[in-house]
């Protein structure tokens, strides 16, 4: 099984700033997908990042304000670009090994903007 | 569009009892479906994952049914202890994307009392 380490693990940040949040993968994996969790929501998907593509963003997000990188297999990291207190969620990257595969989640990152 | 739902929201039980967890979804073309664990504040620990051709899987204390047919998987916990407690979620995976998105249940949170 994959082990996904994300940081930070927490932070407070000012409105109008960026935080960018890494994720690194002890295996390589073909996709990575970013989520975003919302108090007391489910999880709701922002983008896949393919290694050596542009990332693929689902409806409601936008590369302007949530650009990836996807450098090699085993890395990857999402900016929260020009912050304000709505995108104050927990955001989760992942990984599958492969099609079919289990996926697999980093720690997340506890995000508050003031 | 697929819907995932989890019933009940909540569940406290003492410690000892059986957990019974439910995971109903309304598209049977599914790959496959994945139970998953998460504590206050963090990412998500992958319990089971079962394929569509599988009626169940097991892992120690833990036992996960699918009924694709009728658009069911229960997540069976036996004899529960405290350390239990957390919020479980299950994700079903497309049958035409065997590659990732999937789509999750709200997710059912569950108390074990000492």
């Known amino acids: 099984s994959a082990v996904i380490s994300q940081k930070p693990s927490r932070d407070i940040c000012q409105r109008g700033t960026s935080l960018t949040i890494q994720c690194q993968v002890d295996?390589?994996?073909?996709?990575m997908f970013w989520y975003r969790q919302q108090p007391g929501q489910s999880l709701t998907l922002i983008a896949t990042?393919?290694?050596?593509?542009?990332?693929?963003?689902e409806s409601g997000f936008v590369i302007d304000k949530f650009p990836i990188s996807r450098p090699n297999l085993t890395f990857s990291t999402l900016t929260v670009s020009n912050m304000s207190p709505e995108d104050s969620s927990i955001y989760l990257c992942?990984?599958?090994?492969?099609?079919?595969?289990?996926?697999?989640f980093g720690s997340g990152t506890q995000l508050s903007v003031l | 569009k697929q819907e995932v739902t989890q019933i009940p929201a909540a569940l406290s039980v003492p410690e000892g009892e059986n957990l019974v967890l439910n995971c109903s979804f309304t598209?049977?073309?599914?790959?496959?479906l994945q139970w998953f664990r998460q504590d206050p504040g963090k990412g998500l620990t992958s319990l089971l994952l079962?394929?569509?051709?599988?009626r169940e899987q097991t892992s120690g204390r833990l036992n996960a049914s699918l009924d694709k047919s009728s658009g069911r998987s229960t997540l069976y916990i036996a004899a529960s202890q405290p350390g239990d407690s957390a919020t479980y979620l299950c994700?079903?995976?497309?049958?035409?994307?065997?590659?990732?998105?999937?789509?999750f249940g709200a997710g059912t949170q569950v108390v074990v009392t000492p």
């Open positions: 994700a079903v995976r497309p049958e035409t994307d065997s590659w990732g998105k999937f789509q």
């Open positions: 990042a393919n290694q050596g593509s542009e990332a693929t963003y």
């Open positions: 295996s390589q994996v073909t996709m």
């Open positions: 992942s990984g599958s090994p492969g099609p079919g595969e289990k996926l697999f």
């Open positions: 598209d049977s073309a599914i790959y496959n």
């Open positions: 079962i394929q569509s051709s599988q």
